[in-house]
């Protein structure tokens, strides 16, 4: 019931979104303006916004590197791709659950738990990327200084954020070399405010931690940071050939600020796909560099309809080639059995080659 009422919920903050993004422009203009684009621009668009994954693949097999040494690169794209399609497709973000299931379906060498835990990293790392480089962007002379906020100068949200980056880092060590002391702490403060909710956090601050192994280790910290980079600055890039394809002029860092309001905004309920949000945050951060609405409003559909459409094609396809329902992949699986993973399909992907490198 309760995700039942999320989901609507989502749905109606997707629609109610989409109608105040276009209400104030015309369609007529947003149809022109995408009929004029640059076909080949586009297409290039929706390429660098598909790659943006096997990257994402490649830094989560550094991230379970701690667990699980060297996995496939092949079965964790597959995961990944699996799980970018269940999110656009099905409400509530079931598609992190969906991405670790997937990979378990493939290989015995990973709980389902511990590539779930993997996956608190992985977004971890992309908040503090993401935010890092809209800081970068509000450093940008292009930036328009005299703007204001959410009715604050950019100079404070400058500093806002970096304390807030540091504070974040501070957290993440502390619970990495600490976690003892951090367990403690949670379990005092869960006995005299949820004592239901004590021994769930704690195993949840277990797995945690222990996905935080790879910042003990300066080189797969730095790996991993390396990769997270690449990916957002790649997505970025996608974002910037999009505006050249609709004919706006902005420069990169309006992309990666953009990037960023997207990225905090789709962290709200919405319908799947994020539809709606996308398109309002994208004509609202355009908005701020003297973007017309019609032509930002141009840009966030036809960006968003061409990349939605790769990764989603072929996550369908990799479920279809793994024997695996959509009803698999909406719910959490059972937990783990001594450790072991899912039981392996009838029809996996994963060779015997695969299953033996590293």
Do not use: C
């Not at 609507?8 to 303006?33: D, M, P, Y």
């Not at 550094?62 to 060297?70: Q, R, Y």
């Not at 239901?196 to 300066?218: I, M």
């Not at 279809?320 to 009803?327: A, P």
Request: net charge positive; glycine share 8%.
């Amino acid at each position: 019931m309760k995700n039942r009422w999320r989901n609507a919920l989502g749905i109606a903050l997707s629609v109610g979104f989409l109608a105040w993004t276009l209400h104030n422009v015309e369609l007529r203009s947003v149809e022109e303006h995408l009929r004029k684009s640059n076909l080949l621009l586009f297409l290039a668009t929706a390429v660098a916004g598909t790659l943006i994954f096997p990257l994402r693949a490649r830094r989560w097999r550094t991230i379970l590197d701690p667990v699980a040494l060297h996995l496939p690169l092949g079965m964790l794209w597959r995961a990944t791709a699996i799980g970018m399609m269940v999110n656009n497709v099905v409400p509530a973000r079931a598609g992190e659950v969906a991405r670790a299931y997937a990979l378990t379906r493939e290989t015995r060498r990973i709980s389902f738990s511990a590539a779930f835990a993997s996956l608190a990293v992985d977004r971890m790392f992309d908040a503090f990327v993401v935010l890092a480089l809209m800081l970068l962007a509000l450093l940008d002379p292009a930036f328009p200084r005299a703007m204001r906020i959410a009715g604050q100068p950019v100079t404070t949200w400058i500093g806002s954020g970096a304390v807030f980056l540091g504070a974040v880092a501070v957290v993440l060590y502390a619970i990495v070399f600490f976690p003892q002391r951090a367990i403690t702490l949670y379990e005092m403060f869960a006995r005299r405010v949820a004592p239901r909710f004590e021994q769930r956090g704690r195993e949840v601050l277990l797995a945690f931690a222990s996905g935080l192994s790879v910042l003990r280790h300066p080189g797969r910290f730095a790996a991993v940071l390396g990769w997270t980079v690449a990916h957002w600055l790649l997505n970025a890039f996608a974002f910037w050939l999009g505006f050249k394809a609709v004919g706006i002029t902005a420069p990169f860092s309006a992309a990666l600020l953009l990037q960023g309001l997207i990225a905090i905004g789709v962290a709200a309920p919405s319908a799947p796909g994020f539809f709606g949000i996308f398109e309002y945050l994208g004509q609202q951060g355009l908005r701020l560099y003297g973007v017309d609405p019609a032509l930002a409003t141009s840009w966030a559909i036809g960006f968003h309809i061409l990349t939605f459409i790769p990764i989603t094609l072929i996550g369908i396809y990799y479920v279809g080639r793994l024997g695996l329902h959509l009803s698999e992949l909406r719910q959490s699986p059972p937990a783990d059995n001594g450790g072991e993973a899912a039981p392996a399909p009838t029809a996996s992907l994963a060779s015997p080659r695969d299953e033996r490198e590293g």
